[in-house]
DNA sequence: GCCGAAGTAGACAGGTTTGTCTACAATGGG
DNA sequence: CCCATTGTAGACAAACCTGTCTACTTCGGC
């Protein structure tokens, strides 16, 4: 009955690919410009497979935002903390994203510019999605009071940094000037 | 020959039609959720008059851009002027904009975004957006050395809460994080 | 008054989109 | 060992996309 629980290994794997796929293909070329089509044939399986597993474009978005939810997060806190955990690990936490190839800028700030009228969710999605982001600054800020609100401006900007690397490019400009905000912020 | 020269009144009311309606319906539904026949249906042409004006969806949305962005920056270096022209006029004019009902970001971010492989010259549209936005910024701050540098600074602030406040339900956070970040830059 | 530019209505081509359908094979747990 | 689940291949529907085409009208400048 629950197909958590039924799920065989071999069923997992597809599953699995469908969603890799969608995740390496929905970030790197949109969502709409990603057809489903596109995803069936690079992920090797059949229609019928896919729409078992997501009854449709607008399910597989969903678990697409969430996968990408759980990943990023994990890596952000886990690379924070590799950088030692200080304030300094945010702007060399960010250095090490905004200098990956294949970077493209937030998954979810992407996804609210182009889908917020088709499919409604994706504000509170990405809300969730920031919010665990301020969460895991806050762990690396000194232990002022209204610490939190010291890392949601923090976020806020690094978003900046986050859309304007997108577009130049170099990273270069937006890590310095994200770093200024950052000292800044701190000194006072 | 030249049909800036040629062009009657009533053949600019077709062009200007086309135009206003493209950019209600990118800036609010986006580029590739809009098609061709609804501009044309909304803006009372037919698709031959339209295919005169614009030869291709690309070219239309290059000319979107190119309105967006002329019609943009006035408004905003207006308005900064309106509010005195200070520092403070940033969020006060950055308030005005979030708080208008149709607010949905950037257009240059989304497009961005959306486009980046379908237009490629789409990032430099973007860049020379924000350029003229860093100018018309450094025209209110204090004339301290580095004023340029200071405005980029302040531009990627703007850029975080522009997106931060799409997908918020009210844009207060995003602009007093933005007044936090301004006030604690110009300390210094 | 003629001619070119710009307008109208609407059919059409060729491609892409999401999603459903039939028919059949492999496989693993009760 | 049987049967539900999951997989395979591929045709199909219905809508939507961009862009072209024919055929006719309106209007302003030379």
Known sequence: MNPEKHA?????????????TA???FYRDGVRATGIDRI?????VTKVTFYRHFSSKNNL???YLDYRHREWISWF???????????????LTMEEWLRTPSYRGCAFINSVGELSDALPEVAQIARNHKEAMIA????????VHQRVELARTVALAMDG??????????PDFAL??????????LIE
Not at 40 to 44: K, L, N
Not at 136 to 143: E, F, K, R, S, Y
């Open 8 to 20: 065989t290994h071999t069923s997992l794997a597809a599953r699995d690919r469908i969603l890799r």
């Open 40 to 44: 069936i044939a690079e992920s090797g």
């Open 176 to 185: 310095n000037a994200l770093k200024r905000i950052i000292k800044s912020l």
């Open 23 to 25: 995740h390496a293909l």
């Open 136 to 143: 895991a600054i806050a762990l690396v800020l000194p232990a």
């Open 77 to 91: 806190s886990d690379t924070l903390a590799r950088y030692g955990g200080c304030p300094d690990a945010i702007v």
């Open 61 to 63: 978005v969903r678990a």
């Open 161 to 170: 940094a986050i859309v304007r690397a997108q577009f130049d490019d170099t």
